[in-house]
């Protein structure tokens, strides 16, 4: 067949895409509609003409299934499926932002602009990622279909992720599992935020996905007949009692068991909610909603017995992204425990497409409001312009997708903060001026410092003086955006002069030391008193926060980890503009006699070999290996992915690295000889340190090992594991060693 002959079946095969997504399309559209959708479509094939993808497709079938998710998956209208389509026209082709705005109108040309990227000069000091999303948040104020369009565009490009090279992979999903999973979250996209978590992993622990995968099919054809005999008698009884209803299995996501068994330190077999059911009923004329679903629940305790401290009632109190549903566990047969889900159907909606959906139930108006609440919240965050763009990734970070809290204030007026919030976050969040004349507050009745960490369910009254008056340090007792950027406004005149006045002293200290201020000894210094920013650094010497006289000590200490031989390390081929000196190289060996500073290992995960790892270079061409599940990794990939170099352990000669596990068990006479005896026995493992602690018949424990990698200290914990008495091993990957 000739190449024009395929191309021509090709686009053949693309307006076939389009007619089936119009087809499924969940909106009702008009000519115009339909018109405005095919001029799209028409523009995006002429701009893409002849464009293929990197797996080997053309590039118009990419906007077509954004299209497609946009409209099935999502439920938007003809604006949301024409933005879609035009999506990557800007960014990618000679069409312009006025030409869309010609030819279409200002809102689709709008929508179109917040889907294009940053493009020209560009602050190298900062963040593109971080700049990129600032600027997509900026529109997605303005229309959430921004947000809700790219979400989209990211879930295809996971769905394709096999055809771009590792060091791609590795970038595109720590963004995904760092930003976008959580915005799915945040906006109520509970299908799209599990498969994008569920992608992530699949691309940064391919072996740990391929794992929980098999262990999750085994699970499920073992256990099936439980489910099928736990509901039949709850499907008769809901007939007798003439609801219309669907039953079925809900499955676990693959990361929410991973994320359970890292939080947990479990095994795969001893997660115990796994087996789930979900009921979608259609509501009886005339009876509430939530009436319904106690109803059902009730039927459900008649037959089995519930877990009480298992009941999840977001049917009288909705999650803050509009989330409704009565989530419950009951004791099943063989004494497993089920958790079942109760929605409506206008429930299992809105739990599916999230905000999109609320467009469809008028008269929702609370849900609608408390969607313009979060994007008020969102514009709080995007209101400090001076803020570097990595802070504001973890301002928004931290605000807007972490979970949530209620607090009352005492006339029972309710206030969303996120958890791990305090009291003088509360008296910000209030007003500003409550804020800077903060002296405490009254939780529950009784007196508590600003520092304070509310829990969901306080009653909380702000305490005030006119004599108070904001303080600088306040900024280590809040976590909300809005609170540190009214406290760093206070202070903003005088921490300037206080940062020039620290470098300064700290110039002069290091001067007399015949030494000058380089981006080593600042990492070095900023390390030891665990500063991620040089400005706080500076700010604290100023302040007489931080001594100078111990400098020698500081930038004399070598690394506590003792290498003995080398190991080597395998790193994927990277961006010759990024890597400078080390472009092109493969791989790359560690010695004893190699100056440190070309390579470090990350000291927040302690990776070892055997471990996933992941190489970040920085701009001073120094690699920085850390595990692929550590935060600060996930992070950098999300905000620095071009600096992020692909790695894996290739082979590794006689290397000595430093690891702790912790131990607790039963108090026996001799337990802890039996450990000592297993450690000593093992001929791959040393002990540095042992430290032992009993108390009421309990004993916790720590040891320092050296080991040779993963392997061995995973053997060593399953046979310390397997002595009677000892009922939790772990390895701690943040290790802190005393000298």
Known sequence: MSKDSVLNQEEQEAKKQLEDILKSCTRSLSKDDY?????????????????RRKSGELYIMHPLAVARIVAEEIGLGAKGITAALLHDVVEDTNYTLEDIQTIFNDKIASIVDGLTKLEGAFDQTQSRQAENFRKLLLTMVEDVRVILIKLADRLHNMRTLDSMPEHKKLKIAGETLFIYAPLAHRLGLYAIKSELEDLSLKYEHPAVYNDISEHLKEYQIRNDHLLTRFSLPIIERLKNEAFEFDIKGRPKSIYSIWSKMQKKQIPFDEIYDLLALRIVFKPKDGINEKIQCWQIYSLITDMYKPKPDRLRDWVSVPKANGYEALHATFMGPDGRWVEIQIRSERMDEIAERGFAAHWKYKGSTDKESELDNWLKRIREVLENPDSDSLEFLDDFKLNLFSAEMMIFTPKGDVKILPKGATALDLAFEIHSNIGYKCIGAKVNYRLVPL???????????????????????????????????????AFKKERKTMVQKGERLLEEA???????????????????????????????????????????????????NKWVRYWRLSFGKHNAGVIGKNAGKTEMVISDDMPDDQYVIATCCNPIPGDDVVGYMDEHNKLTLHSRKCPVAIRLMSSQGNRIVSASWESHKILSFLALINLSGIDQIGIVSKITKVISDDQNVNMRSIHFESHDGIFEGTIYLYIHNTEDLNNLIYNISAIKGVYNVTRQERISIAT
């Open 35 to 51: 018109r405005m959708i095919y001029k799209a479509f028409e523009l995006a094939m002429e701009a893409h003409k002849n464009v």
């Open 451 to 489: 520092s304070h960490e509310l829990k969901s369910g306080d009653q909380v009254e702000i305490l005030t003086s006119e004599r108070q008056t904001p303080k600088y340090e306040w900024l280590n007792y809040v976590t909300t955006a809005k609170a540190k950027t009214r406290i760093k406004e």
């Open 510 to 560: 290091l001067n007399s030391m015949k030494l000058t201020i380089n981006a080593k000894i600042l990492k070095k210094i900023q390390g030891f008193y665990n500063l991620p920013v040089k400005d706080e650094l500076f700010y604290k010497i100023a302040k007489n926060l931080i001594r100078l006289d111990n400098l020698p000590k500081i930038l004399s200490d070598k690394t506590s």
